[in-house]
């Protein structure tokens, strides 16, 4: 009995890891994308990170309720208008981001070369 509240508590810890783990990428890919997409600033590392965590979530809930990943070269043209929407929706929610609606297709284009260079699978599920 004890060896499966072991094997319990060392998943759990696992789960925080990875999704820590998938923040700091997510952070590094918005960062990037940002530097290299003209129309997409982001002010500060404060508003970096929360961008990333806001993209999670949204990225987390459209899987959720709809199965389709927003990655640009995952899943065709679908993820790639989807992970448009997400950059560009993300200025609603996050003060200090903006990108307007060419950058955010460009910065989609950015964002799936970046990601699919990085290591790890970003998906949660």
């Known amino acids: 009995m004890s060896e499966a509240r072991g094997t319990n ?3 759990g810890t696992s789960t925080v890891w990875q999704i820590i783990g998938r923040l700091v990428t997510a952070a590094i ?7 290299f997409t003209p129309g ?3 002010n500060n590392f404060a508003t970096l990170i929360i961008a990333a965590v806001v993209l999670s979530i949204i990225d987390y809930l459209i ?4 199965g389709l ?3 640009p070269f995952g899943k065709g043209f679908v993820g790639f ?3 448009a929407i997400t950059l560009y929706v993300t200025q609603f929610f996050v003060a200090g981001y903006s990108i307007s609606w060419i950058a955010a297709i460009i910065g989609a284009l950015i964002y799936g070369v970046v990601d699919y260079f990085l290591p790890g699978n970003q998906s949660m599920q």
């Not at 890919?29 to 530097?35: D, P, S």
């Not at 899987?63 to 709809?66: C, G, I, R, S």
């Open 9 to 11: 508590a060392k998943t």
């Open 29 to 35: 890919v918005l960062a990037v994308t940002a530097f």
């Open 40 to 42: 997409f600033s982001i």
């Open 63 to 66: 899987v959720k309720f709809t």
């Open 69 to 71: 990943h927003a990655s």
């Open 81 to 83: 208008a989807l992970a």
